[in-house]
């Protein structure tokens, strides 16, 4: 499996499909009626934290040099909150040694995410960190929350109708080009003619820095 490959399970083109179908399945087969509206917000504030660190710097060039920080790593955030809730919710019925294999496995694949963002020269090292515990911070709060909720069991139909969106986004590939509406909707917001960009925002440091751009 290519690091490409592995950095689309942090793609908004895959999590938010996959983000409405938890969405969907959530009232069938909670216990809670809430639940489903606690995912949404978690699920909706780690976008939205993730959106506005964008806009901040690439609109108005809040960020940091020190650190190399242009925003939070939207892959590294958005699937840290939603891998850990999905496998949650499809191993609710397990018994509770493999319920917490496929939790951990849960919180694995963010952190595979968040390497290969590192691996790609998307994002800096600490782009990625403050998104991977933004995002667990979320999942986690939510996970906590519903310690106490029932889940219904799946059946292998069931199982493999819940995963059949995902896989076959995968398989597409296609990304979401969020970042190019957040860079768009940044200088609008802004009044520039182009968004901040992280050349712009490390053009003082010493030459032979190794732009992530």
């Known amino acids: 499996m290519s690091w490409r490959t592995i950095t689309y399970f942090g793609d908004s083109m895959l999590l938010i499909p996959t983000a409405i179908l938890i969405a969907l399945i959530l009232p069938w087969k909670s216990s809670d009626r809430r639940t489903v509206w606690f995912w949404l917000l ?3 504030l780690a976008g939205l934290i993730v959106s506005v660190s964008k806009i901040l710097f690439m609109g108005f060039g809040i960020g940091s040099a020190r ?3 242009t925003g939070f790593s939207g892959h590294s955030a958005m699937s ?12 609710g019925r397990l018994p509770a040694f493999w319920r ?8 694995m694949v963010p952190l595979l995410v968040g390497a290969s ?14 998104g991977l515990l933004i995002g667990f911070t979320l999942s986690t709060l939510f996970l906590i929350n519903q310690r106490n909720t029932q889940l219904k ?6 199982v493999s109708a819940a995963l059949l969106l995902p896989l076959v986004l995968i398989g597409h590939g296609r990304i979401a080009p969020t970042q190019n509406f957040l860079a768009h909707l940044s200088a609008d917001l802004a009044g520039l003619e182009k968004p901040w960009t992280r050349a712009d925002l490390l053009k003082q440091r010493q030459p032979g820095y190794q732009s992530f751009e």
């Open 42 to 44: 978690a699920f909706g």
């Open 67 to 69: 650190f190399n920080f």
């Open 80 to 91: 840290a909150t939603l891998w850990p809730v999905m496998l949650w919710l499809l191993s």
């Open 100 to 107: 917490g294999v496929a939790v951990t496995i849960g919180y």
């Open 117 to 130: 963002r590192l691996v790609l020269l998307a994002h800096s090292k600490s782009e990625v960190a403050s």
């Open 153 to 158: 069991g799946f059946s292998l139909p069931q």
